[in-house]
């Protein structure tokens, strides 16, 4: 059965009753390539376990199954896994986990449903849960990398480099875990219905855990910094670390800058990952001088 023929899909959905949700940002690709291409780009092997997001009808999950060794497929929409059950008749490396991917202990899922690793993550994401569930896939710390398709614009975020107009407290999320490239742009003409944006495919490389090349970084207080450095884009950076840290004096946070090779007037956007980790660390030492106990805590 092809998934991406448009009669096809017809046939198949009036078969099941099945209609579109707009709440659930339901869009089927209507072009056989483009899973093809998502599937390829992967990082799939005969040996490789998948955990799909939002399988639909089928048409990336076919491509799945033909080259991993066990795919599970998590679907919030009870009305899909039966026309799952047609369209996947043929692969008995399937399974389909009906569930809300934000509330499932994905861990668990892959030990239960995919058995030894190793395990990559792979989803057309809905773009209403674009940030959470592609946050959830990575915090999981199960795959060696997530391929995801999201709207173009979040795909550029993800990659954008420091000082860039799309660089933000995401890009620097995604690439403090893993390495982002775009492997695949995908224009809506390619969806039944056509999304009103365009589309792009994400493969984010993750770092296992220790080879981060950073180097030791405290994360929970490195992501503190980076949210002040964020929350007010138009104010210098030491503004918005005074705000974020408002248990250093103005000095403090100066020396902070200077010390970690920074200039007085710069602004959170233009620092790279490595820039953050240097700030993070100058940070932390003035947090632990002027209080022992605030180190221990975080």
């Known amino acids: ?47 490789t376990g998948v955990l799909e ?78 940030t959470p569930a592609l946050s959830a896939l990575i915090e999981s710390r199960c795959f060696g990398s997530v391929t995801v398709m999201v709207q173009k614009e979040v795909a550029q975020r993800i990659c954008a480099r420091a000082a860039t107009a799309e660089y933000g407290a995401f890009s620097v999320y995604c690439q403090y875990h893993g390495a982002p490239q775009i492997v695949l742009q995908v224009p809506a003409g390619c969806f039944v219905p056509a999304p009103k944006v365009d589309s792009a495919v994400v493969r984010l490389d993750l770092y296992p855990a220790g080879q981060n090349p950073l180097g030791p970084v405290d994360q929970a207080l490195f992501f503190r910094v980076v949210r002040a450095a964020f929350g007010q884009r138009r104010k210098m950076l030491s503004n918005c670390l005074r705000q974020g840290f408002p248990q250093l004096a103005k000095e403090q946070i100066l020396e902070c800058l200077t010390d970690a090779g920074l200039p007085e007037k710069v602004r959170g956007e233009q620092l790279d990952l490595a820039q953050f980790a240097r700030l993070t660390e100058e940070i932390g030492r003035r947090i632990s001088a002027d209080n022992p106990a605030a180190g221990e805590g975080r």
């Open 53 to 130: 997001v939002g399988p639909g009808i089928g048409a990336l999950t076919q491509q799945l199954c033909r080259r991993a060794r066990r795919v599970a497929a998590v679907e919030l929409d009870r009305r899909l896994p039966p026309v799952l059950a047609e369209t996947m008749a043929e692969f008995d490396n399937l399974t389909v986990v009906e569930g809300d991917i934000l509330k499932t202990d994905i861990p668990a899922l892959c030990r239960r449903e995919l058995g030894p690793g190793p395990w990559v993550a792979c989803a057309n994401l809905p773009y209403y849960i674009t």
């Open 1 to 47: 059965m092809n998934l991406c023929d448009i009669g096809e899909i017809k046939a198949l959905l009036a078969r099941h009753g099945f209609h579109f949700s707009k709440g659930l940002g339901q869009n089927f690709l209507r072009d056989a390539r483009i899973p093809q291409a998502i599937a390829e780009n992967a990082n799939i092997g005969r040996q």
